[in-house]
C-alpha cells in the first residue's frame, strides 16, 4: 500500500487522537486555572514547570494527530513537519529537565516522579522522530508504531496531570501564604 493510501486508512484514527488530547488539554488547563493562586505560589515553581510540560504534551498530540490529517501531504508534507515538531519537543523537553535538574532549591511542593516523566517523554519525542524517519525512507507500518506511542504519551501525561493535581489538592502550601 502507498503512503497516500496508508494515512487515508488511519484518518479516523489521527481524528480521534486530536479530539481527545485537545479534551484532556482543556481539562488540564481548566483544573489548573482553577488552582492557580496555588499554582502560582513561589513554593509550586516546580508544579507549575511540570504543569507547563504536561499540557504540552497534551499539544504535542494534537500536532501529530494533525499533521497526519494534513490533505494530500504526501511523505514530505507529513514526514518533515512530523520530525520538526517532535525534535522540537525533544529540545523543550530537554530544557525543561536541565532546568528542573539544576534547580538546587528546597521547594516544599514537589510532585514526585517528575524527572521520570521528563525522561520518559523525552523517550517519546525521540521515537516520534524515529517514526518520522522510518515513513520517509518508505517503512510505511511505522505507522503502527504511533499506536504504541501515543497509548504510551497518553498514559504518562494523564499520569503527570493526576499527580500534578493531587499535588495541588494536598493543601501543602502553607495557609498564611495564600
Not at 120 to 129: I, N
Not at 147 to 163: C, F, H, M, N, R
Request: aromatic share 12%.
Amino acid at each position: 500500500m502507498d503512503f497516500h493510501s496508508m494515512i487515508e486508512v488511519w484518518h479516523e484514527f489521527y481524528s480521534v487522537l486530536s479530539q481527545v488530547s485537545a479534551t484532556f488539554a482543556g481539562l488540564l488547563f481548566v483544573s489548573l486555572s482553577l488552582r492557580h493562586e496555588v499554582l502560582n505560589h513561589p513554593e509550586c515553581v516546580r508544579v507549575k514547570r511540570l504543569a507547563q510540560h504536561t499540557f504540552k504534551a497534551f499539544l504535542y498530540l494534537v500536532v501529530f494527530s494533525l499533521i497526519f490529517m494534513i490533505p494530500k501531504a504526501g511523505l514530505l508534507g507529513t514526514t518533515i513537519p512530523l520530525f520538526l515538531v517532535a525534535l522540537y519537543a525533544l529540545v523543550i523537553t530537554a530544557r525543561g529537565l536541565k532546568v528542573e535538574l539544576k534547580d538546587k532549591s528546597k521547594y516544599s511542593v514537589q510532585v514526585s516522579g517528575a524527572i521520570k516523566i521528563y525522561l520518559l517523554s523525552l523517550l517519546t519525542y525521540l521515537m516520534f522522530g524515529v517514526v518520522a524517519v522510518l515513513l520517509f525512507i518508505g517503512v510505511n507500518n511505522a505507522l503502527y508504531l504511533v499506536v504504541g506511542l501515543v497509548i504510551w504519551t497518553l498514559a504518562l501525561v494523564t499520569t503527570s496531570s493526576w499527580k500534578l493535581l493531587a499535588e495541588l489538592n494536598a493543601g501543602n502550601i502553607r495557609q498564611s501564604d495564600k
